[in-house]
């Protein structure tokens, strides 16, 4: 099954490319490859019967909403994400103004609107803002050990919880102002989680975190839905490029295929797919979530990835953060509400606080964002990370509505607030293709990581090249967790097969130097539509 040399190709006829993943990575990839001339023979296999990955916009409530993919983060010029959904008209006028674009948020989430403690009643926002300053500081200060020899702590959550004990010691106020003042902290510090995509922010590596970059640009949201905008790349390809309800089992690569319909053709890679069928191909862009590729990794790829690619793999961060969507008859909050902020007293981020995840999974919620009003609807939408997300997947609608239901009137102080009318949530831990929401740089591991995944197979240069090239969100070193990211990702694959196909156009086609191939297994027929 080795071949060695280049693979052979009928000249005018260009090579076979398969996208794994129909996200915005993968649609990236395809549409840049689309567009060039040597690329006529490329496929999408996509595992569900739709596009977009993590964007996932649905009709509900008289409207729509982001189950997956929310805002994009920095829209600002140097976003391709903002200039697509620019180019496309598919962004608001606030969003598109120059003001919007020059806006540095530091990548901080803004301050709540209203702020409910567990005890019921409000909490002071110049509390809650004071403790956000203090807390932001103190993140911005994490960008300092980007490039130091060594670090106060190995995570982002020790070094925080370090410093401030050390602040601690300059609080004056009484005893209870105190246990709120951790209590707000320990909110900031579950809203960072959401953030970073992690159960914990212990998790999280100190020296790489500034490596992430954040981008110019009050984020945005997409009035249509997000997934507009993959709708729009979708529709730019060629029709039958996208394959759906395609789950990929295997690739081999490092071999010497054939097919039936082509003889004396040879291919180095074959996708195998869970229906048995096969695609022999000279690339394959794998732009599948990490977290599925953490839970394939003995079994994807034939054979198996080298050692320090699959430690990647295994080192880098892959957490959860789930959405929960309530529908209510009539608002509870003020016309001008834009964020509700739910604080529990009994909280400190600096104890390890450990109750059955049945029992408190709902103190992980960070609060809701009130969406645009649909109609006769309005809607709240919470956000929660980690393994109390991961629990939450496995309620019923009715536990998790009524769960909520008991925690706002507990928050307002009102028992008799109506129950929300419906729900409807995110279960990406869940989800079999993608086993959970974004990465983020864990600790033991480094930005080098994410660089190493995003190298090509084979790593050692023989044999045929770019058989196997790595696209998405967790290939990007700066931008990782983002949309953004992913369909840089995805450019950067087709730019390098485009680079490579270009060299060798310019060379003097050689005559097949592979011998004969083994018949692949089901593999007549084995491409959807016929390529020639």
């Avoid at 953060?321 to 834009?338: A, G, R, V």
């Amino acid at each position: 099954m080795q071949s060695s040399g280049r693979q052979a190709e009928t000249p005018g006829r260009g090579p076979r490319v398969l996208v794994v993943g129909g996200g915005i990575a993968g649609l990236g990839a395809a549409q840049r490859l689309c567009c060039h001339p040597a690329f006529p023979h490329l496929r999408v296999l996509e595992a569900t019967a739709r596009a977009g990955g993590r964007i996932r916009s649905e009709r509900s409530f008289g409207g729509v909403v982001e189950v997956g993919a929310h805002w994009i983060h920095g829209p600002s010029q140097g976003n391709p994400i903002f200039q697509l959904a620019a180019k496309y008209g598919l962004l608001g006028e606030k969003a598109l103004s120059e003001e919007n674009q020059l806006i540095e948020t530091g990548g901080h989430v803004g301050l709540p609107s209203v702020s409910y403690a567990s005890s019921g009643g409000s909490v002071s926002l110049e509390l809650v803002a004071e403790m956000a300053r203090l807390f932001y500081s103190l993140i911005d200060q994490t960008r300092e050990f980007l490039h130091a020899a060594e670090t106060p702590a190995p995570s982002v959550g020790e070094y925080l919880k370090k410093e401030i004990r050390q602040h601690m010691a300059g609080w004056t106020e009484e005893e209870e102002t105190k246990r709120l003042k951790l209590a707000i902290l320990n909110n900031l510090f579950n809203v960072e989680c959401c953030v970073s995509g992690t159960h914990s922010m212990d998790l999280v590596a100190l020296a790489p975190f500034g490596e992430y970059t954040v981008l110019p640009g009050l984020d945005c949201t997409f009035p249509g839905g997000y997934q507009g905008l993959t709708d729009r790349i979708m529709a730019s390809l060629p029709k039958d490029v996208m394959v759906f309800n395609k789950p990929v089992k295997t690739i081999h690569w490092n071999g010497s295929f054939e097919e039936a319909s082509a003889p004396g053709e040879t291919f180095p890679v074959l996708v195998e797919c869970e229906d048995g069928s096969c695609f022999p191909a000279h690339h394959v862009v794998v732009t599948v979530p990490l977290g599925f590729l953490k839970e394939r990794l003995d079994t994807f790829f034939e054979p198996p990835l080298p050692t320090e690619k699959a430690e990647a793999i295994r080192k880098i961060g892959f957490g959860t953060n789930n959405k929960i969507f309530l529908e209510f008859e009539e608002p509870f909050w003020q016309p001008d509400c834009q964020h509700i902020q739910v604080v529990w007293r009994d909280t400190s981020p600096l104890e390890d606080a450990a109750p059955k995840l049945q029992d408190a999974w709902f103190k992980k919620l960070i609060g809701f964002w009130v969406l645009p009003s649909f109609g006769a609807s309005q809607v709240l939408c919470g956000f929660i990370a980690g393994l109390e997300s991961e629990f939450m997947e496995t309620l019923s609608d009715e536990d998790v509505l009524l769960s909520l239901t008991q925690v706002l009137r507990r928050v307002t102080g009102n028992p008799r607030l109506p129950a929300p009318r419906s729900v409807l949530r995110s279960r990406w831990h869940s989800a079999p293709y993608t086993r959970g929401s974004y990465s983020y740089v864990a600790v033991g591991s480094s930005g080098d990581d994410l660089d190493l995944l995003a190298q090509p197979l084979p790593a050692d240069g023989r044999g045929a090249q770019l058989q196997v090239l790595f696209a998405g969100e967790a290939t990007h070193r700066t931008f990782y967790s983002t949309t953004h990211g992913a369909l840089l990702s995805g450019w950067r694959e087709a730019d390098r097969l485009i680079a490579l196909w270009d060299s060798q156009a310019q060379r003097p086609e050689p005559g097949s130097e592979l011998g004969s191939a083994p018949r692949v297994p089901g593999s007549p027929g084995g491409w959807p539509h016929p390529f020639l």
